[in-house]
């Protein structure tokens, strides 16, 4: 029995290698197209005072994959390959929640001083994002143009290969590394913005 286990494991990969070796020649260079959400700001004061006598601005953000793909059906009608023509992402930020401490009158000085910083923050995250949308886009498109395409024996498998093209786009170290430029440089230029700010000068005004 275990000599036979290792021998049908052999002819298993090499089935698949053979597969996915006629399905190379299907590839095609992927187009991309990078969009970003419409975005709200929503503004509250929690019941409760916040650890932050000021207060803390909370993003949403949205990082969807919409894949086109070309289904060609094998020569010899033994399958289909199934890979990326299209990807029509939409990359950025959708919500972002501002919280004020409840400390704050509403339209006070101080609350209208507190919105405005964190105004500030909510058009860092925007910058950002603005910022890296080539790169975002490069990233995007050698993701997917290094996947080739999948091959499936069955019409009903078609469904779950498109679900894995997502899965391998996402998990590409180019696009892994370009969200982490993001991060950095959110967190980079958030920073910035409370170093310059530091002292909360117009909110200083409003207590003076």
Known sequence: MFKKILFLIPLFLMA??????????YKTRPGVRI??????????????????YHGNVTATLVDEYDIIVNIDELPDKSGYCVGIKDINATIGYSDFLIKIDMRHKLDSCSYQAVLAHEGEHINAYLSVIDDFQDDLKKSVYSAANSIIPIYVKNEWDISSAIDDLNTKLQMHPDLILVKQQI?????????????????YQELAKCNG
Do not use: T
């Open 16 to 25: 698949s290698a053979f597969a996915n070796d006629v399905c190379v020649a």
């Open 183 to 199: 991060s950095a440089a959110e967190e980079i230029r958030n920073s910035k913005i409370d170093e310059d700010d530091g002292k």
């Open 35 to 52: 969009n970003k959400p419409d975005w709200v700001k929503k503004v509250g004061q929690p019941l409760k005072v916040m650890d932050l």
